[in-house]
């Protein structure tokens, strides 16, 4: 027992006999992974120089940035250009397209009005010329192309009609067909050929009878404006008259005198 209280006791002894420190003991810990900080010191006239370099390096940058806006607005410009382009190129050429199939049709238009005669008209051929008539009309309605449905009765319209002449009616209305001349054509929504037509006119109205006074009145004027005129006829007789007399009298009295 006496061993182990000699032992207590030594650990006391010895830290009364070590050296007390005043300051205390600051520990540096490092963060793992990483080396310590060391710091630079520049000076001033490098300081000033670093900013000036990197003032000039935001001026470049800006400019560049200028330089890539510019050539950025004008490729989105380009390509709005060159689309719009295109699309109008894509429709010029549907629209050529469109009038050379409309003029080549217009040229056949005369054969189908010479087919439809002749099927209103004979009766003996009537079925081959329906045939010859069905195939025609099949083929133009390939290239979609067909007559205008055009009926009397039907209001006139500008759009799809030409007028060759007008004709007063009372039983119908003002601009309606009373007669379909010619049949109009139509290529797809496009007019090839306007349906001739005679429309009907509302007939003028009667004229107003004169009243009896305002012929009183004219004849009162006519028999005034005579009279005038008989009057001046006479008082120029009497003029040229007493001017014979006078021109005789003159004669007389170089006479006289002459003898």
Same mark, same amino acid.
């Given at each position: 027992?006496?061993?182990?209280?000699?032992?207590?006791?030594?650990?006391?002894?010895? @830290?009364?006999?070590?050296?007390?420190?005043?300051?205390?003991?600051?520990?540096?810990?490092?963060?793992?992974?990483?080396?310590?900080?060391?710091?630079?010191?520049?000076?001033?006239?490098?300081?000033?120089?670093?900013?000036?370099?990197?003032?000039?390096?935001?001026?470049?940058?800006?400019? =560049?940035?200028?330089?890539?806006?510019?050539?950025?607005?004008?490729?989105?410009?380009?390509?709005?250009?060159?689309?719009?382009?295109?699309?109008?190129?894509?429709?010029?050429?549907? @629209?050529?397209?469109?009038?050379?199939?409309?003029?080549?049709?217009?040229?056949? *238009?005369?054969?189908?009005? =010479?087919?439809?005669?002749? *099927?209103?008209?004979?009766?003996?051929?009537?079925?081959?010329?329906?045939?010859?008539?069905?195939?025609?009309? @099949?083929?133009?309605?390939?290239?979609?192309?067909?007559?205008?449905?055009?009926?009397?009765?039907?209001?006139?319209?500008?759009?799809?009609?030409?007028?060759?002449?007008?004709?007063?009616?009372?039983?119908?209305?003002?601009?309606?067909?009373?007669?379909?001349?010619?049949?109009?054509?139509?290529?797809?929504?496009?007019?090839?050929?306007?349906a001739k037509v005679i429309v009907s006119r509302e007939p003028k109205p009667p004229e107003p009878e004169k009243e009896e006074e305002s012929d009183q009145e =004219?004849?009162?004027?006519?028999?005034?404006?005579?009279?005038?005129?008989?009057?001046?006829?006479?008082?120029?007789?009497?003029?040229?008259?007493? @001017?014979?007399?006078?021109?005789?009298?003159?004669?007389?009295?170089?006479?006289?005198?002459?003898?």
């Amino acid at each position: 027992m006496t061993p182990k209280k000699k032992e207590e006791k030594d650990p006391v002894e010895r @830290n009364s006999q070590e050296p007390v420190d005043s300051e205390p003991q600051e520990e540096i810990k490092l963060i793992e992974g990483k080396e310590p900080f060391k710091l630079e010191f520049f000076s001033k006239e490098d300081l000033l120089a670093k900013v000036a370099s990197l003032e000039t390096q935001v001026e470049v940058l800006k400019k =560049s940035n200028e330089e890539n806006s510019n050539w950025k607005t004008k490729y989105t410009r380009l390509q709005a250009e060159f689309e719009n382009a295109e699309k109008r190129w894509s429709k010029n050429r549907q @629209n050529l397209r469109i009038e050379y199939t409309a003029s080549a049709i217009k040229n056949f *238009l005369p054969l189908f009005d =010479s087919f439809k005669k002749a *099927l209103e008209n004979s009766d003996k051929n009537h079925d081959i010329i329906k045939g010859f008539y069905d195939q025609f009309m @099949n083929v133009l309605k390939s290239h979609k192309a067909v007559p205008m449905d055009v009926k009397i009765n039907d209001v006139f319209n500008y759009d799809y009609h030409e007028a060759l002449s007008s004709i007063e009616r009372d039983d119908v209305p003002n601009n309606t067909i009373i007669e379909v001349i010619q049949d109009g054509w139509r290529l797809d929504k496009n007019v090839i050929r306007y349906a001739k037509v005679i429309v009907s006119r509302e007939p003028k109205p009667p004229e107003p009878e004169k009243e009896e006074e305002s012929d009183q009145e =004219s004849d009162q004027e006519s028999d005034q404006e005579s009279d005038q005129e008989s009057d001046q006829e006479s008082e120029n007789q009497e003029h040229s008259k007493a @001017n014979e007399e006078s021109e005789k009298n003159k004669i007389n009295n170089q006479n006289e005198y002459i003898s």
